[in-house]
């Protein structure tokens, strides 16, 4: 007799405990989290401004000799800066100022008779509202043009004076200027 209570005590012991438990479990507080989901940025999404100047018509101030000639080929000329002092390397669509001495690109620039240019691998129309809608608002606004920084590396957008037509752009290290 007293496996038999003991049998039926197990066996109704539990029924009689879960609706305290399941009681007990809803006066507990709740909380819900929300399932996020990743945040993804394409390529193509240019709702940012340009986070870095990398390359310009795929010539980077951080390139050497033999990786400008590798990009560009042979230069159509090379002549003298007369500022720098050092060659200005011709190519058909930039010019870049490179000090043999130091071995390192001190400049490139674009003229405006170009319909568009590179920048980082992205194309961008040569003219100033273009220019303004990829990188924002200009770092400042001199005379002759418009001058944006990022990082120690700085573009700038030549204007004629008085007007939006663009003369030419350049990059350039910011801590040289």
């Known amino acids: 007799m007293m496996k038999l209570l003991l049998v039926m005590f197990s066996v109704i012991s539990p029924f009689s ?3 305290a438990a399941t009681t007990a479990a809803h006066d507990l507080p709740w909380t819900v989290l929300e399932e996020k989901t990743p945040e993804v940025s394409l390529a ?3 709702s940012e ?3 870095a100047f990398r390359t310009l018509n795929d010539i980077s101030l951080d390139d050497g000799m033999h990786q ?3 990009q560009k080929g042979q ?3 090379i002549n003298e800066d ?3 002092g050092c060659p200005e390397f011709n190519f058909q669509d930039v010019k870049v100022g490179y000090c043999e001495n130091t071995g390192e690109i001190q ?3 674009i003229d405006a008779s170009q319909e568009r240019f590179k920048l980082n691998q992205e194309w961008i129309e040569m003219d100033l509202i273009s220019i303004q809608e990829e990188l924002g608002e200009p770092y ?3 005379e002759d043009g418009e001058v944006y920084l990022r990082g120690d590396e700085a573009l700038k957008v030549y204007l004629k004076p008085g007007t939006d037509q663009i003369e030419g752009i350049d990059l350039f290290d910011a801590n040289l200027s």
């Open 107 to 109: 400049y490139v620039h």
């Open 17 to 19: 405990v879960q609706p």
């Open 82 to 84: 007369p500022y720098l």
């Open 49 to 51: 401004p340009v986070e």
């Open 75 to 77: 230069p159509i000329d």
């Open 68 to 70: 400008m000639l590798y």
């Open 140 to 142: 400042v606004i001199a």
């Open 44 to 46: 193509v999404d240019r």
